[in-house]
């Protein structure tokens, strides 16, 4: 079993800088894309892990006093809104997931293999800016 990150851990690094926070939504990404498939959905099921707000610290730094995210002060969300997170590929992703849960195929699973990878660059790419 693929030991994940932890809401605790998703937390101080949201709490620790832009950076981290970045870094550490980089890494929820790149373990996503390394889970087998059937390991993934199981634990998604069991809301281990999720795509969601609540597993992204970049969220969590840019929560407002009323627990939303504010995504256009988040440096992934450019500006905008929750659906142009990543430039859009975030909702790439959603959408390859939820293709997958519904049709559990080895393409469907490519397709959001792909997907949860592009977000990776896309974070990755925010980090390189920063330096």
């Not at 998604?44 to 970049?58: G, M």
């Not at 440096?75 to 997170?85: D, M, Y």
Request: proline share 2%; with cysteine; charged share 25%.
């Amino acid at each position: 079993m693929v030991a994940y990150l932890t809401l605790t851990q998703i937390e101080e690094a949201a709490k620790t800088s832009d950076k981290a926070a970045l870094e550490c939504s980089r890494l929820h990404w790149e373990q996503i894309a390394t889970w087998l498939p059937k390991a993934f959905i199981k634990a998604c099921f069991r809301q281990e892990v999720s795509i969601k707000s609540d597993h992204c610290a970049c969220c969590h730094r840019y929560q407002t006093q009323y627990h939303e995210t504010d995504c256009r002060r988040c440096p992934l969300g450019a500006g905008a809104t929750e659906l142009k997170c990543c430039n859009g590929l975030w909702v790439k992703a959603n959408d390859a997931l939820i293709g997958y849960i519904e049709l559990n195929t080895l393409a469907n699973y490519k397709k959001f293999y792909y997907a949860a990878k592009a977000v990776e660059r896309y974070i990755a790419a925010r980090i390189e800016e920063m330096e």
